[in-house]
């Protein structure tokens, strides 16, 4: 199994999960938050064609990770698993495109990948993230999201490489240029997660099999890489854990 990112942040979002068994690949999308153009170009330097892409998975419709996900479908005919909830907030992009509609609890198989979606705390109409097996390794996805529950705990047990968001420091959150209603919608139960929620996370989560984890949608105003290393260190360490943190720009190339 590998997985590589176009890019991570507020600006756009879309990560790749590829299994092969055998002669056959399965290549999903996971959001694509890139307009038609620039998710194309993003996707040839990851040396993926998008007729190759077996189907695009998204967690919810915030433009960031929405954004692109109909026209690429339509485009190069490629099914999408969505929520009722996020398929009703962007129905009149929907048109001509196949659409499955998925919900917590229930996996579903696309080719050599198992995907399961959970449900998370975020200030959209039905949001889920998810994880990804090939039945022999497992990838966590966990940005946009509020505050820790036990379910996304649990959802997340014995992965063994995880993407979780380090979205903001809350000191320069506190201190940034952002009006007072955009501050409390980020740092709010619904919204996105500070540094320290996301190592907290990282403390309570199974962690036995964890050999990556990679820190996205990072605020470009609100955090820094430092800051987010920080944390991450003081959860996990100088164990053997690898830890990469994703791009605005150019996400992650293609890691196991
Ligand atoms: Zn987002
Ligand atoms: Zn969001």
Same mark, same amino acid.
């Given at each position: 199994m590998r997985f590589a990112s176009l890019g991570s942040g507020s600006e756009g979002n879309a990560l790749l999960i590829s299994a092969t068994s055998g002669i056959t690949e399965t290549q999903v999308m996971l959001d694509c938050g890139f307009g038609l153009r620039e998710a194309e170009s993003r996707l040839s330097h990851l040396h993926v064609d998008p007729k190759q892409l077996s189907g695009i998975i998204v967690t919810h419709e915030h433009q960031d990770h929405v954004g692109g996900v109909f026209r690429l479908a339509r485009r190069h005919k490629i099914p999408v698993w969505i929520t009722q909830g996020t398929l009703e907030a962007v129905r009149d992009e929907a048109a001509g495109v196949t659409v499955h509609i998925c919900r917590d609890g229930e996996s579903f198989v696309i080719g050599d990948l198992e995907i399961q979606p959970y449900t998370v705390p975020h200030d959209a109409r039905e949001p889920v993230q998810y994880t990804a097996t090939d039945g022999i390794s497992k990838l966590g996805v966990l940005t946009d999201v509020g505050h820790s529950t036990p379910h996304l705990v649990d959802a997340l047990r014995g992965c063994d490489a995880l993407v979780l968001e380090f979205n903001h420091d809350t000191d320069m959150l506190a201190q940034s240029v952002y009006p007072p209603w955009l501050k409390a919608r980020i740092g709010g139960q619904m919204g996105h997660l500070s540094n320290q929620q996301s190592a907290e996370i990282l403390q309570s989560l @199974? $962690?036995? $099999? =964890?050999?990556r984890l990679i820190a996205g949608h990072l605020s470009q105003k609100n955090n820094s890489p430092d800051k987010v290393r920080s944390a991450i260190h003081g959860v =996990? %360490? @100088? %164990? @053997?854990v690898e830890v990469v943190i994703a791009d605005q720009a150019s996400g992650f190339g293609w890691m196991a």
């Open positions: @199974d $962690r036995n $099999r =964890l050999k =996990l %360490g @100088d %164990g @053997d």
